[in-house]
């Protein structure tokens, strides 16, 4: 997997605008080598566990509408006011990984940039500035995965009170109004 993506990635570099290498910083190249293989498998199994749960969906969907359709579709609609609650936290995630992907690019391709040129950077004495950049790039990292674990995280944890709220507010309705008799 991974020379499937560098082999194709160092075409293209090949083909580029020299105007484009001189806008890049050289450590940004070495980030997309080094993340693009880990980033096409992760996207390809986000993508299998997505028509997986699509595939389980429409079998368990066609199963509660053989069972009984009111039902069925009362659970839908459960399903659709789920995602509704989870959406903010959803959204909070995806933009916190976003910022922590650009911070990583970033700190990843100044410090390729600054190995290369460590040297002079010491003779000019300039250690204290690059240093205080470099620290301020690490805390917005930081501050990007703390919002991404503590969102990630609380999706988790709400889930499962989510649906039982709602599993508790349908059969409510079920009793209250006898929409299905117990024996």
Do not use: C
């Amino acid at each position: 997997a991974f020379l499937l993506v560098i082999i194709p990635l160092s075409f293209a570099l090949l083909r580029a605008r020299w105007g484009f290498f001189v806008t890049q910083p050289a450590g940004q190249f070495a980030t997309a080598v080094a993340g693009e293989a880990h980033k096409a498998s992760a996207a390809y199994q986000s993508g299998a566990n997505i028509v997986a749960g699509l595939i389980q969906l429409s079998v368990y969907a066609f199963m509660a509408f053989l069972l009984s359709w009111p039902t069925a579709v009362a659970g839908l609609l459960g399903g659709g006011l789920f995602l509704l609650l989870m959406h903010r936290l959803i959204r909070m995630t995806r933009v916190a990984g976003k910022r922590q992907v650009a911070l990583i690019k970033s700190v990843t391709g100044r410090i390729v940039d600054v190995l290369h040129g460590l040297k002079p950077v010491k003779a000019m004495a300039r250690e204290t500035t690059l240093l205080s950049y470099l620290e301020a790039q690490t805390e917005g990292l930081n501050s990007a995965q703390k919002t991404e674990i503590r969102a990630s995280i609380t999706v988790v944890a709400a889930q499962e009170p989510v649906m039982v709220g709602l599993m508790a507010i349908g059969l409510y309705i079920i009793l209250s109004h006898n929409l299905m008799p117990f024996s």
